[in-house]
C-alpha cells in the first residue's frame, strides 16, 4: 500500500473514530423527548423548596421564579429543607404516580454529603430517581449545584458554614467540603440516561455558605430558565 494510501486512510479512520466520540457524548448530555414542555417537576431540598416543613410559603425561591418567568408551564415542587435523597425518591415516586411529567429536575444531595451517608450510596439514589423520571416519559434533568467556593469565597467556606449534629468546628468541614465537589464530579461522569445541568457561579450571594440567598436564586433562576428555553 502506498504511503498517501495510508495516510488518507488514517485519516479517515481518525475521523470517524472522532465522530463516534463526539456523538456518545452528546447523547449521554443531552436527551429531550419533549422538546417543548409544559408540566415541569422540581424535587430536591431546601435549595429548591417553596414551603418550610410546616408548610408556610417560601418566596424567594427559584421555582418561584420560573413560575412568574413561564406563565403557560406548571411547575409541581416535591422539596423539603433537610431531606436527603432517600426522602426524594418516595416523595418523587408519589408525585408520579397520578401525573404525567414533561421534565423532572433532580436538586438535591447536600443533606447527604454533609451526614455519614456514603457517595455511592447517593449516587445510587439519583440514579434510581433518573430512571423513575425516564420511565413517567419525562426528561431528566440533574442539576449539579453551586461552585464550591470555599475560604475564596463564602459558598463552601468552612469559616461561615454553621455548625451541625455531624459537623462542629470548621476544620471538620473540610472533609465534608471535598465529598459534595466529589458528588458534583460523580453526578457528571457517572449518571445515565439524564441532562446535566452544569455548576454554575452564584457569586457568593449567600449568608450561611450553604443556601442561596434571593440574589442567588435569581442567578439560578437564569440558568434553569436556559435550558426550558
Known amino acids: 500500500m502506498k504511503t498517501r494510501t495510508k495516510v488518507f486512510l488514517a485519516i479517515g479512520i481518525a475521523l470517524v473514530v472522532t465522530t463516534t466520540i463526539i456523538l456518545l457524548v452528546a447523547s449521554k448530555k443531552f436527551r429531550i423527548k419533549n422538546k417543548n414542555a409544559k408540566r415541569i417537576l422540581f424535587v430536591g431540598d431546601s435549595q429548591v423548596a417553596i414551603k418550610n416543613p410546616s408548610g408556610e410559603a417560601i418566596t424567594y425561591t427559584y421555582p418561584n421564579i420560573l413560575k412568574k418567568k413561564f406563565p403557560d408551564k406548571q411547575f409541581d415542587v416535591v422539596a423539603i429543607g433537610g431531606k436527603k435523597t432517600s426522602w426524594m425518591i418516595e416523595n418523587m415516586r408519589e408525585a408520579l404516580?397520578?401525573?404525567?411529567y414533561d421534565r423532572v429536575y433532580l436538586h438535591g444531595g447536600?443533606?447527604?454529603v454533609n451526614s455519614p451517608t456514603p457517595l455511592n450510596e447517593t449516587l445510587s439514589n439519583f440514579q434510581t430517581m433518573v430512571n423513575m423520571a425516564n420511565e413517567n416519559g419525562a426528561d431528566a434533568f440533574v442539576v449539579l449545584g453551586y461552585k464550591i467556593e470555599g475560604e475564596s469565597g463564602k459558598f463552601g467556606n468552612p469559616y461561615i458554614?454553621?455548625?451541625t449534629p455531624y459537623v462542629t468546628t470548621p476544620q471538620e468541614w473540610m472533609p465534608y467540603i471535598e465529598k459534595r465537589k466529589d458528588l458534583q464530579k460523580l453526578l457528571?461522569?457517572?449518571i445515565q440516561n439524564a441532562n446535566i445541568v452544569p455548576i454554575y457561579d452564584l457569586q457568593s450571594q449567600t449568608s450561611d455558605g450553604i443556601h442561596p440567598n434571593a440574589k442567588g436564586h435569581q442567578i439560578v433562576a437564569e440558568k434553569i430558565a436556559n435550558t426550558i428555553d
Not at 404516580?97 to 404525567?100: I, T
Open 110 to 112: 447536600g443533606n447527604d
Open 161 to 163: 458554614l454553621q455548625p
Open 188 to 190: 457528571e461522569s457517572k
Open 97 to 100: 404516580k397520578n401525573n404525567k
